[in-house]
Nanobody, 124 residues
């Protein structure tokens, strides 16, 4: 069992930057990947980025954020970051941190444990 909590500034202007933080606790030793997901108003939840937890760093990014977002980790502190640059209005949504315990490769939506989410709003 693992618990995840997101934090960070939730407001930014288009073209600006912000960073989200995810702190994990519990059985973090057994995590294979930690990922970031988001859900925009009226849309389905989508994969954003992931990083291999106990080794790597092996990362994957959705095409929509590639080159703008960077996922990183502080393994001893059980912390994962999402640095978001060149923000767009369409980046607005609720962002979730999630942990994968199955170890299946590639981006996927069936992560096992999820944080409560944090609202990110990008204004024009």
């Amino acid at each position: 069992q693992v618990q995840l909590v997101e934090s960070g500034r939730g407001l930014a202007q288009a073209g600006g930057s912000l960073e989200l933080t995810c702190v994990a606790s519990g059985r973090t030793f057994y995590m294979y990947h930690v990922g970031w997901f988001r859900q925009a108003p009226g849309k389905e939840r989508e994969f954003v980025a992931s990083v291999k937890w106990s080794s790597g760093p092996m990362t994957y990014y959705a095409d929509s954020v590639k080159g703008r977002f960077t996922i990183s980790k502080d393994y001893p502190m059980n912390t994962v970051f999402l640095q978001m640059n060149s923000l767009k209005v369409e980046d607005t949504g609720v962002y979730y941190c999630a942990a994968d315990y199955a170890g299946r490769p590639g981006p996927r939506m069936d992560y096992d444990y999820w944080g409560p989410g944090i609202q990110v709003t990008v204004s024009s």
